[in-house]
Nanobody
Framework: EVQLQASGGGVVQTGGSLRLSCTAS????????VGWFRQVPGWEREGVSC????????YYEDSVRGRFTMSRDNAENAVFLQMNSLKPEDTAVYYC?????????????????????WGQGTLVTVSS
């Protein structure tokens, strides 16, 4: 089964950028749809973006569309989330998740229960 490792979080000022990476081991990621989620303590985990296994279909949550870009490099067995124009409300722990299916599926890949495999989180803090 696939193991996921998320990295790239940090502290950035409002308007800044970060690039999150999710690297996989144990299995080739090219058979998996992958999603990025975020969670603030006390709140439900929220879907941010999802990419199909081939990378040709990407979905975004409304509040990040136009600012975040999700991509994947199956040769590197990795998925990325480029986050630009960051806002304080983007502050959260970000998680990547994968499921062995080609598409993001119903709900545009935003439902945590649709994913079998999760990485540990990486903290993103956006200061005002």
């Amino acid at each position: 089964e696939v193991q996921l490792q998320a990295s790239g979080g940090g502290v950035v000022q409002t308007g800044g950028s970060l690039r999150l990476s999710c690297t996989a081991s144990g299995s080739s990621l090219d058979a998996y749809a992958v999603g990025w989620f975020r969670q603030v303590p006390g709140w439900e985990r929220e879907g941010v973006s999802c990419i199909s296994n081939s990378g040709d279909v990407v979905y975004y949550e409304d509040s990040v569309r136009g600012r975040f870009t999700m991509s994947r490099d199956n040769a590197e067995n990795a998925v990325f989330l480029q986050m630009n124009s960051l806002k304080p409300e983007d502050t959260a722990v970000y998680y990547c998740a994968a499921d062995p299916r080609p598409s993001c599926g119903a709900g545009d890949g935003a439902r945590p229960g649709d994913y079998d495999f999760w990485g540990q989180g990486t903290l993103v803090t956006v200061s005002s």
